[in-house]
């Protein structure tokens, strides 16, 4: 239909709604006059993360044990500022730490003239009773808490510059590329190695640009890697082999400096390179001032930082993790410093990936044995190794559940405590729970029955722990309970969430599909308006992120935190979920995005459906998506796989062709060499098919995914000629989120095209 004959048949009142639908590019049909407001936009504004982050106290209790005993303080908040509690299990006791009002009295007479009686905010504290230290207004105290006496805390101990020994009295340094170890005692330097180059340095790290860019520094890029040992005789170092790596650069083109961009570059691993750096070990002894290169392969670098990734054991030996390029075999690996000689611990191997984001290894030196993850069985188990000769003792655990975390490891006993998720078959397969179990494998016992998710810490003695727990609609618990059984000794804190509550704050609505393969139960959230209304209809917001690493959908009360919050207030139904692909569900489900990372969105248009005929008042043709980094990608896929689908969408930060992003997270999940799928799935190749409105965002700084992966896209588009919106943030790095105008955009981006209303014209959005 013709503007003409819109205007011919329709009144002035419903012209705006109607002809902005009719003549929109996404042909949708607007159901009911709607108008948007300062007033929406206020009220929107309300429900940003950094708005109701505030507004909720005591979702965490961080317990700091006294001593190798069971006794412990936490930090508490309420409406007159912060307090301090002692706990003693032993005998079921919780009280002030100390009196605030007599340790305010105390530091009025040490000289803090602006200690104020129920709001001392202490940094750093810590507590030897009766005795406590900590900091307050920038000034070091020590305080008895028996007597009330505080005096000025003069023993400070200085952070010691990179590269210093433990006990001070050595420091390893980089110069012209050649490690140098400097006596801190007599100021005598040893060069240790001369044929140190740029591209073959000593010692070199490649750190992350973006925190000199966010500080607005020059970037400094020769950081040191020096990992001492504890007895201060040895460290571990590398000679980086960077002489093929090629370099990204940063243009800031908006600066204080002048109206010249000034331009950053930096060493970057892309992913399918020929070649990345990769360090050859060194290990120098400080006392004979020796440095050894190790027989070991080279370790491969695949993003920022040190290129090492391993610590000192009790034992005095260095273990380290190490893969190859192609991620299909894992190493753990022990040097020994007083024989220089590296040998493999454990080999993980697998004929698709490795993961490395879920490898735990815990060293049992009092029992000549160590503990190993692995995926060999379909999922997430511990399995003991004898550390003498490296031999599989036996597995830890078994059957259908992903191991997350080990909270402690009693040796006396031999038991093991873990947190892991899918064991327990009638509940959401991503909640943990804490576990116990004899490292022969025998007598696993559930410690936390409650169907929520639990965070738990143990105390020293391994008599007692704390165990937080939430789902995405209740409110977090604290609650110490008993090792032996999980029996509950009493309630710690309970999180408040009146002023959450009080500004009409609705949790979101979990809910459950079935994935497309007809047969895999999927789970997701609904963000719905405040206000929402069951009669009426609303548009769909995909908020999708689904990269393998890791699952993204809350499972605790963490979901006022969410973007989401804020779009469903101007008058959307948002939903977030984890399709296959996704990480901590079994490898088989896992596996599903090998080499298919464009497939990312097909559970998520699945289930987008089965909502739409489960709820009316979702209104299935006017969907929308958006995402950031990953998601990003997915978002501009989803759009150019599912055009009919998909109308509206807002990428930002995406990684759209995986060539322009880092080594180690692109060849993790689509493998090396470099294969056709690489090619056929870039979304430069698939532009062609956009049919909707689609606004592509990076920030100029981003150091995760250079901004060229945005600007290849809308190179891509322009040669479809295709019509799109790009934003380029000037200083913004990866988080496009931080930046209020952003978010704005986006807002208007879905009140335009997805309500077909006009946003409220230049509003502002609070920093």
Request: aromatic share 12%; charged share 25%; hydrophobic share 35%.
């Amino acid at each position: 239909m013709s503007q003409s004959k819109c205007v011919a048949l329709m009144t002035a009142v419903s012209l705006l709604a109607a002809c902005q639908s009719n003549l929109s590019s996404t042909n949708i049909e607007s159901k009911e006059k709607l108008s948007i407001q300062d007033s929406d936009y206020q009220r929107a504004e309300q429900f940003l993360p950094q708005n109701l982050l505030p507004l909720v106290k005591n979702t965490k209790l961080v317990p700091n044990w006294i001593g190798e005993g069971n006794a412990f303080w936490f930090k508490q908040q309420d409406h007159q500022g912060y307090k301090y509690i002692y706990v003693d299990p032993l005998n079921n006791l919780q009280k002030p730490l100390f009196d605030h009002k007599k340790l305010a009295s105390a530091l009025l007479h040490s000289g803090v003239e602006n200690a104020k009686k129920d709001q001392l905010s202490l940094e750093s504290l810590n507590v030897e009773l009766p005795l406590i230290s900590f900091t307050i207004h920038d000034k070091q105290f020590q305080c008895d808490i028996k007597l009330y006496i505080c005096s000025p805390n003069k023993k400070t101990s200085l952070a010691k510059e990179p590269g210093t020994s433990p006990d001070g009295q050595w420091k390893l340094t980089v110069e012209q590329y050649n490690l140098v170890l400097t006596s801190l005692k007599t100021g005598s330097k040893t060069q240790l190695t001369t044929d140190g180059t740029e591209g073959f340095p000593y010692g070199l790290m490649h750190p992350n640009p973006a925190h000199d860019l966010r500080d607005n520094k020059p970037y400094q890029p020769k950081q040191v890697y020096a990992n001492w040992s504890e007895d201060s005789q040895y460290v571990m170092t590398y000679q980086l082999d960077r002489r093929n790596t090629g370099k990204y650069a940063l243009v800031r083109a908006s600066h204080q400096r002048g109206k010249r961009p000034e331009t950053t570059e930096f060493y970057y691993p892309s992913a399918a390179e020929q070649q990345l750096p990769s360090a050859h070990l060194m290990l120098i002894n400080a006392e004979n001032k020796t440095v050894t290169r190790l027989k070991a392969p080279p370790v491969m670098q695949t993003y920022y930082g040190a290129a090492l990734w391993g610590w000192w054991q009790e034992d005095g030996k260095f273990v380290y993790h190490n893969r190859f390029r192609g991620n299909r075999q894992y190493f753990m690996r022990e040097v020994n410093p007083e024989t220089a000689k590296v040998r493999v611990l454990v080999e993980e191997r697998d004929d698709k990936y490795i993961d490395p984001w879920v490898q735990q290894y815990r060293a049992l030196p009092e029992l000549n044995a160590f503990i190993w993850s692995s995926q060999r069985d379909g999922f997430q188990h511990l399995y003991l190794y004898n550390s003498v000769d490296g031999k599989l003792k036996n597995a830890i655990t078994q059957g259908n559940m992903t191991v997350r975390v080990i909270r402690g490891v009693d040796t006396k006993k031999q038991q093991v405590y873990f947190e892991a998720s899918g064991r327990e078959t009638d509940r959401d397969p991503y909640l943990r729970h804490l576990y116990r179990v004899d490292l022969d494998g025998r007598n696993l016992t559930l410690l936390t029955p409650e169907v929520a998710e639990h965070d738990t810490r143990l105390s020293p003695d391994f008599k007692y722990f704390i165990d937080t727990y939430s789902t995405a609609t209740q409110a977090p618990i604290s609650i110490l309970r008993s090792t032996q059984d999980g029996t509950i000794i009493r309630t710690l804190q309970k999180a408040d969430t009146s002023a959450l509550i009080a500004l009409g704050w609705q949790p979101p609505r979990p809910f459950s599909v079935i994935a497309g393969d007809g047969k895999t139960p999927l789970y997701g959230l609904m963000y719905l308006p405040s206000n929402f209304d069951p009669n009426k209809k609303y548009p769909v917001i995909d908020d999708i992120y689904t990269g393998p690493h890791n699952f993204f959908t809350p499972k605790s009360f963490v979901t006022y935190r969410s973007q989401a919050n804020a779009l469903a207030e101007l008058g959307f139904v948002v939903i977030k979920m984890d399709g296959r692909g996704t990480n901590k569900r079994g490898r088989a489900f896992h596996e599903y995005s090998f080499k298919n990372l464009s497939g990312g969105s097909d559970d998520h248009v699945t289930a987008i459906k089965q909502l739409g005929k489960r709820f009316d008042f979702l209104d299935l043709n006017r969907v929308g998506i958006f995402g950031f980094s990953a998601g990003g990608y997915d978002t501009a896929h989803a759009m150019f796989k599912y055009p009919d689908f998909f109308k509206v969408g807002v990428s930002a930060s995406g990684n759209h062709d995986f060539r322009v992003d880092k080594a180690g997270w692109n060849e993790m999940w689509m493998g090396y060499p470099e294969t056709p799928e690489w090619e056929a799935q870039s979304n430069l190749n698939w532009a062609k098919h956009l049919q909707g409105k689609l606004l592509i965002a990076h920030g100029e700084l981003d150091t995760n995914v250079h901004p060229a992966a945005t600007l290849q896209l809308a190179d891509a588009l322009m040669k479809a000629n295709k019509d799109f919106d790009l934003m380029i943030y000037p200083n913004m790095g990866h988080v496009l989120d931080k930046n209020p105008y952003f978010v704005r955009q986006r807002w208007d981006y879905f009140v335009r095209h997805l309500l077909a209303v006009e946003p409220p014209k230049s509003y502002v959005i609070s920093k």
